[in-house]
Nanobody
Framework: QVQLVESGGGLVQAGGSLRLSCAAS????????VAWYRQAQGQQREWIAT???????NYQDSVKGRFTASIDNALNTGYLQMDNLKLEDTAVYYC?????????WGQGIQVTVSS
């Protein structure tokens, strides 16, 4: 059974950094792409970043220049490096990996930015 397990969330002060991981298990298929979403309390889930295995990436304007998405093919793991975090980045973060044409979601992980 394919699973995506997220890690790396937590509490950080404004201006700090965190790196989220999204590790695939139970499959020999490689990630073709990883997308990251977040959902703040009381709000809808929103897309924030996508990284293709070929190297192209795209970001929501609010995180552009601060967040960097990547994929480690050898580890079959996606990452979201988050720098210069702001209070408004507080949310539950979700990864979605595309493998063999199917979407798989992580369980979500809390990121809380404090002042």
């Amino acid at each position: 059974q394919v699973q995506l397990v997220e890690s790396g969330g937590g509490l950080v002060q404004a201006g700090g950094s965190l790196r989220l991981s999204c590790a695939a298990s139970g499959t020999t298929f490689s990630m073709n792409a990883v997308a990251w979403y977040r959902q703040a309390q009381g709000q809808q889930r929103e897309w924030i970043a996508t990284r293709l295995i070929a190297g192209a990436s795209n970001y929501q304007d609010s995180v552009k220049g601060r967040f960097t998405a990547s994929i480690d093919n050898a580890l079959n793991t996606g990452y979201l490096q988050m720098d210069n975090l702001k209070l408004e980045d507080t949310a539950v973060y979700y990864c979605k990996a595309v493998m063999r044409g199917r979407d798989y979601w992580g369980q979500g992980i809390q990121v809380t930015v404090s002042s």
